[in-house]
């Protein structure tokens, strides 16, 4: 009982839950033991069915991204009915078909508001450039900025941007290249996500061109679906590189802006900084929860160079606007000049952050 107590507490196990959920029903339909245990009591397997997928599981991503009102109630249900009817089959659904059109009703609805959404973000276009334009922040802050002056700034907007951003830099952005101020420090240069990006990518494919075609023959709209979710995500992983490399470490004399491609990002103002954390006892330990860590991921474990314990907790954006607040923030750049530099930059615009410095402090920035 207490497992599955803490497996619930542990918002990111309710993704598992979520898929183990709709394998269970995969089985149930698409399997020679699913269809004898159908055999015995259709009805009720059906209905134990549609309240798994428009109900259980809809639940189960709502908590997950914690955003527990109205609007995400409705379009969770109709996503969940419409997994309804392309899971079961229709001469088991027969009898319920009615509800399978109604997820499809609000889902329609759904995509004419924001195709509006999509219409009136057009309009603002050549405003929206003109203020980017005259913006010296990454496009990954100014982008959203320029939005916000001119259009509500709701979950749909926010996943909108996301999607657009995305776009932009898995195409758009191959040519443009890449320059680094003084003020701007990179991430990514020394590690090895390139490479592992380029791996995923990879495997990916092969994943997509194997798996496809045998699944094909066997379950087509489970492969459609499946061939969909991975270009996307060959997209996506494009897009979040290129975003990587476009959009390094900026500072000013007000804010710290911090990226992780289309991934992460958080503005820090520099009033909010407590203390500068640099000693190496602390900074090799494992980072507590209410740390955010804006590291490459090498194939062995990365510490931070820094850590930046704020005064109050600051929202970090997420992909698809999901956003939380965290209390400390671990940095890690390219090198130790850049360290250092990073470090004197903090320094020279706020020097009351920082106590005392100790022997550790010193030797790490000679």
Do not use: C
Not at 251 to 279: A, D, H, P, Q
Not at 282 to 294: A, H, P
């Amino acid at each position: 009982m207490m497992n599955i107590k803490n497996l619930l507490l542990n918002r990111h196990h309710l993704i598992f839950l979520m898929l183990l959920v709709l394998l269970a029903n995969l089985t149930l339909y698409y399997t020679t033991f699913g269809v004898d245990v159908i055999q015995n009591s259709p009805n009720l397997v059906v209905i134990g069915s549609i309240v798994d997928l428009a109900i259980i599981s809809p639940i189960l991503f709502i908590t997950w991204l914690k955003k527990w009102n109205i609007k995400n109630i409705i379009i969770a249900i109709a996503t969940g009915l419409i997994l309804v009817r392309l899971i079961i089959p229709f001469e088991y659904l027969r009898p319920y078909v009615a509800l399978t059109w109604a997820g499809f009703l609000i889902e329609g609805i759904i995509v004419i508001a924001e195709l509006y959404l999509i219409f009136t973000l057009f309009q603002y276009v050549p405003q929206i450039r003109t203020l980017m334009k005259n913006s010296s922040l990454p496009t990954l802050f100014k982008y959203p900025e320029a939005i916000e002056k001119h259009l509500n700034t709701t979950f749909v907007m926010k996943v909108l941007s996301t999607e657009f951003l995305m776009l932009y830099y898995a195409f758009a952005s191959w040519r443009k290249q890449q320059s680094i101020k003084e003020n701007e420090f990179t991430i990514y240069k020394n590690s090895s996500l390139i490479a592992t990006y380029v791996l995923v990518i990879h495997s990916i494919l092969i994943e997509t061109i194997v798996l496809h075609w045998w699944l094909y023959s066997k379950f087509p709209i489970i492969s459609v679906i499946l061939l969909i979710l991975n270009v996307y995500t060959i997209f996506f992983l494009l897009g979040n590189l290129q975003a990587i490399r476009h959009n390094p470490i900026h500072l000013t004399e007000k804010k710290l802006y911090l990226s992780f491609g289309l991934v992460k990002r958080m503005m820090i103002g520099w009033g909010n900084v407590e203390e500068v954390i640099i000693e190496p006892s602390v900074l090799n330990r494992k980072l507590t929860k209410d740390t955010i860590d804006f590291i490459a991921r090498e194939f062995e474990q990365a510490f931070p160079h820094v850590i930046l314990k704020l005064k109050q907790p600051t929202s970090v954006d997420f992909v698809f606007g999901i956003e939380k607040k965290y209390k400390y923030v671990a940095i890690r750049v390219d090198d130790r000049p850049s360290l250092r530099k990073l470090y004197n930059y903090i320094l020279r615009i706020n020097i009351s952050i920082m106590k005392k410095r100790s022997n550790s402090t010193i030797e790490l920035l000679r």
